[in-house]
């Protein structure tokens, strides 16, 4: 089990990283695809190969993906995840208002949950959205993802934060 978990792990963070800070969805899609059919049962595998799928304009195989996640057997900061992820999916079929509402929600959570990297992260992603889309909320939204990021002082994020 312990080996499988550390498999699962590499397959996630590389397709973490070639999606959020390389915006390479299809290395991300491949890398995750690669992976063994017991790996891809897993929350981590679902919920970033839902996200790749929806960001690169495939938003029904995205969301039929996004579905396959059983609700019941997560953590609390995996439903947090999912939230985000969830209105990353109501901002790509126009309904910002709701998505943006998860977003929020999303992050508040893992702010209460100690997870500051997660919420800056959700923050980002939020902040791409709105300014994706041309919101009047963008500044606002870029101002509060850069803010979060800051205060972690780590390199990764630091980059990202750049791109806003």
Same mark, same amino acid.
């Given at each position: ?22 915006? *390479? ?6 890398? +995750? ?21 929806? &960001? ?26 999912? +939230?985000?992820? &969830? ?12 998505? &943006? ?8 959570? +893992? ?9 800056? !992260? ?14 009047? !909320?963008?500044?606002?939204?870029? *101002? ?19 791109? !806003?």
């Amino acid at each position: 089990m312990t080996r499988f978990i550390i498999v699962l792990r590499r397959y996630a963070s590389a397709s973490h990283i070639a999606a959020t800070y390389l915006e *390479d969805d299809g290395k991300a899609i491949g890398i +995750l695809t690669g992976s063994t059919p017991a790996q891809q049962d897993h929350f981590l595998f679902n919920n970033n190969l839902a996200f790749c799928l929806i &960001r690169s304009g495939e938003v029904e195989p995205g969301i039929r993906q996004l579905a396959k996640i059983d609700v019941s057997s997560l953590s609390n900061r995996e439903k947090l995840v999912l +939230l985000a992820t &969830r209105g990353f999916v109501l901002f790509r079929t126009g309904n910002a208002d709701e998505g &943006r509402r998860l977003y929020i929600n999303a992050i508040d959570g +893992l702010l209460q949950s100690n997870d500051a990297e997660s919420a800056a !992260l959700a923050a980002y992603f939020l902040a791409r959205e709105e300014k994706r889309i041309g919101s009047e !909320l963008a500044k606002l939204r870029i *101002d509060e993802a850069k803010s979060r990021i800051e205060r972690l002082n780590q390199p990764l994020l630091d980059f990202l934060a750049k791109k !806003l």
